[in-house]
C-alpha cells in the first residue's frame, strides 16, 4: 500500500520529545505575543479582561 504523503511519516519520525517541546515553545511564545498585543491595544491587561469577565459570568441572575 502506498503512502499518499510519506513526507509525513518521515516527519512524524522526527517528532520526539525534543520536537514537542519545540512546538511547545513556539505555542507559548506566540500566546505571549497575543497578550501582549490585546494588552497595548486594550489599555489593560488580558487578565483584568478575564477576571471583569470571570466575575460577571459568577454573579446571580438579577
Known amino acids: 500500500m502506498a503512502h ?6 518521515r516527519s512524524a519520525e522526527k517528532v520526539g520529545a525534543q ?8 505555542a507559548l511564545q506566540n500566546a505571549q505575543r497575543a497578550v501582549s498585543v490585546f494588552d497595548e491595544q486594550s ?3 488580558l487578565a483584568e479582561t478575564l477576571a471583569t ?8 441572575p438579577a
Open 4 to 9: 499518499r504523503h510519506p513526507h509525513r511519516k
Open 19 to 26: 520536537g514537542v517541546a519545540e512546538r511547545v515553545n513556539e
Open 43 to 45: 489599555g489593560q491587561t
Open 53 to 60: 469577565i470571570s466575575g460577571a459570568i459568577n454573579q446571580p
